[in-house]
């Protein structure tokens, strides 16, 4: 144990007994009153050192039957089935005493690689519901495995999801017709950071993260201490931004581990013949964005060094373009160390970056400061460069001043590889197109008022309003992956009076595409 710490708890011992001598000599100044027969039996119990069972009141809200709740929030691409995750209720005391361990607030499971709620929160089985006439299909999930991560093949036959066993954690596929799931791989996931599935467009493969072939052994946790623990902070006078986190890192053999948890192989399983096809080296990944055919991904890793005195999550990473062998294409962003208050977007990052709902490459909001007029002055399909930065800090905050468009940034991706598609007057807070990728719903916030309008790429000059509102954030909110439709704003939550609460018109709906992309909902006749 390192002796600064040693001293500095000699000295917080010393300081409590200095506060108590006085305190003990001082006389109670009335008469303690008799304890009763119930808290002499609650005295009683305490003593034991053991669990007792609460009071009737106490025990009627613990043991509430809340996983009987159902929730319409994992739907078929149809929208016309959801499913739904059948559980037992709270998790055991064995389940919660899982031995586990802690790495800058990552809980992780070591014997099973995998997240430490994946093992005490899990689903004990799955269950498909038809909307209109509420029938169930259930899905026959393997024994002695907890489920999770539930997703839908595009063409809603299909669900994969996460078979969570006592010591590993396998990739299943159920078959709606017949219920029957099918282990996809022998290979085990390592379902620390990345824990999810996700499918390709059509539906043959999915895109995991694998634990890593010839894994070495975990850095040993040392049984002496290696140096004294050293904290280096910002300048002298200067107080710390960050709170006191329940769990951070202490020792660098913890860093170690860390990087060895999150470790993992990015890989494609095909969900016929259970080939694996291993994308690149293993990586520190955390989040992984396929393109709809599976030729690129979108790759975010932790980066060295880490940090002492913030949480994992704002450890410094990188996102990069990675091809199907494993090639760097492009960076995508950037950052270091994300400290409490650091709102400031990463150098480079492309705002709202996403995949084309149809056609190549991907799209973003792109900003321009010397840009100004509409689209007339930058025709849809001019193509020039973009400023690498692109960023717009957060909804809703940027000046008013500040032109921004929409642009698709094509193969092979360099600095001028990019198609203007839109030009607006002013800042976009977000945006998502249909599934054509012919029109694009715009959502902005301009003097407190909120926008959204739609235009189309063949006719970008005219601008069609669906609704404007003061006191109202617009933006969107449904199905998809990755992107999550350029960040889709925080609106729908009201103003500072009840009359702007009542007629806040809330979020525009949209959906996961057959590609796998979040674009807007539209009827037939062009409603939304």
């Known amino acids: 144990m390192p002796l600064l710490f040693t001293c500095v708890r000699a000295a917080r011992s010393v300081a409590l007994l200095c506060l108590a001598l006085p305190l003990a000599a001082q006389k109670p100044s009335a008469t303690k009153p008799p304890e009763d027969d119930r808290t002499r039996a609650l005295r009683a119990s305490l003593a034991q050192e053991g669990f007792i069972t609460p009071s009737a009141e106490i025990a009627a809200l613990v043991t509430a ?14 929208r016309t089935k959801y499913v739904r995750e059948q559980t037992d209720g709270a998790p055991t005391v064995s389940l919660m005493g899982r031995p586990h361990v802690y790495y800058a607030g990552l809980q992780v499971d070591p014997k099973a690689n995998r997240s430490r709620q994946l093992s005490t929160r899990g689903a004990t089985g799955l269950q498909v519901v038809d909307v209109m006439s509420g029938s169930t299909t259930t899905i026959r999930t393997p024994l002695g495995a907890l489920v999770s991560g539930a997703v839908w093949s595009p063409d809603g036959t299909r669900i994969a999801y996460l078979a969570n066993f006592d010591a590993a954690t396998f990739a299943y596929v159920a078959d709606l017709a017949t219920g029957r799931s099918t282990q996809v791989s022998r290979a085990p996931l390592l379902a620390t950071a990345v824990t999810s599935l996700e499918w390709t467009a059509d539906g043959t ?12 052994a975990i850095p040993a946790t040392p049984a002496v201490a290696t140096g004294p623990q050293v904290r280096l902070w910002t300048e002298p006078g200067k107080k710390a931004p960050e709170r006191m986190w329940w769990s951070l890192l202490e020792e660098p053999w913890q860093a170690e581990q860390l990087a060895w948890h999150v470790t993992g192989q990015l890989a494609l399983l095909n969900v016929k013949t259970r080939a694996v096809q291993k994308i690149g080296a293993p990586a520190m990944i955390t989040s992984v964005d396929a393109s709809p055919d599976a030729d690129l991904f979108r790759v975010t890793t932790l980066d060295k060094p880490f940090s002492y005195v913030v949480q994992w999550q704002s450890f410094p990473q990188r996102e990069a373009l990675w091809d199907a062998t494993g090639k760097e294409l492009a960076e995508l962003s950037k950052r270091g160390v994300r400290y409490s208050g650091d709102t400031a977007q990463a150098p480079g990052v492309k705002k709202g970056l996403a995949w084309m709902p149809s056609g190549a490459g991907l799209y973003f909001i792109a900003s321009d400061s010397a840009a100004r007029g509409d689209s007339a002055g930058a025709p849809a399909g001019a193509t020039r460069g ?40 002013g800042p976009i807070t977000s945006a998502v197109m249909t599934e054509d990728a012919t029109t694009a719903f715009i959502a902005t916030t301009t003097a407190g008022a909120g926008e959204l309008f739609a235009v ?46 009542y007629t806040n018109p809330g979020l525009m709906m949209t959906r996961r595409s057959a590609r796998g992309a979040e674009v807007a909902v539209v009827s037939p006749t062009g409603s939304v």
């Not at 809340?66 to 994992?74: D, E």
């Not at 493969?205 to 070495?216: F, G």
């Open 65 to 78: 039957p809340r996983h009987l709740n159902v929730s319409l929030t994992n739907a078929s691409p149809d």
């Open 456 to 501: 189309t790429f063949a006719e970008p000059t005219r601008r069609m309003t669906i609704m404007r509102q003061r006191g109202w954030t617009p933006g969107f909110v449904g199905g998809g992956r990755g992107g999550a439709g350029f960040g889709g704003g925080a609106g729908g939550r009201g103003g500072a009076d009840d009359s702007t609460f």
């Open 386 to 425: 973009v400023p690498s930065g692109g960023a717009a800090g957060r909804a809703g905050g940027a000046a008013v001043g500040r032109a921004e468009r929409i642009v698709q940034w094509l193969p092979p991706f360099g600095a001028t590889d990019v198609k203007v598609l839109y030009q607006h007057t």
């Open 205 to 216: 493969r999915l895109v995991a993260v694998l634990i890593p072939d010839n894994r070495p």
